[in-house]
């Protein structure tokens, strides 16, 4: 069974820096297309940012491109998304997400498997 856990949300300023951590176990994680996903409460949840499995293509959201960054380290199963320059509009539940399929994708029904979610805050 596929896990993943999310870390290192929290409550911030704006123009602050987080960065989000995702540990996955279970499966095969550099056969995974990872993404990261965001949704506010009565909307529904979007695509922020997504990484084949060894880096070779990173697409982001336009909302978030140059300020936010992923990574993923397939020695350790991880995938982390490093936020700067933090806005209000970027407070939501935070979602990592694997697809079981090399292939970046940005619907929410192409990930099968899903964190619970980290709370990112930001405040003006």
């Known amino acids: 069974q596929v896990r993943l856990v999310e870390s290192g949300g929290g409550s911030v300023q704006a123009g602050d820096s987080l960065r989000l951590s995702c540990a996955v176990s279970?499966?095969?994680?550099?056969?995974?297309?990872m993404g990261w996903f965001r949704q506010v409460p009565g909307r529904e949840r979007t695509f922020v940012v997504g990484?084949?499995?060894?880096?070779?293509?990173?697409t982001y959201a336009d909302s978030v491109k140059g300020r936010f960054t992923i990574s993923r380290d397939n020695a350790k199963n991880t995938v982390s998304l490093q936020m700067n320059s933090l806005k209000p509009e970027d407070t939501a539940l935070y979602y990592c997400?694997?697809?079981?399929?090399?292939?970046?994708?940005?619907?929410?029904?192409?990930?099968?498997?899903w964190g619970q979610g980290t709370q990112v805050t930001v405040s003006s």
């Open positions: 990484i084949t499995p060894y880096g070779s293509t990173i």
């Open positions: 279970g499966g095969t994680f550099s056969s995974y297309a």
């Open positions: 997400a694997a697809r079981n399929s090399p292939q970046l994708l940005r619907r929410l029904v192409d990930y099968a498997y």
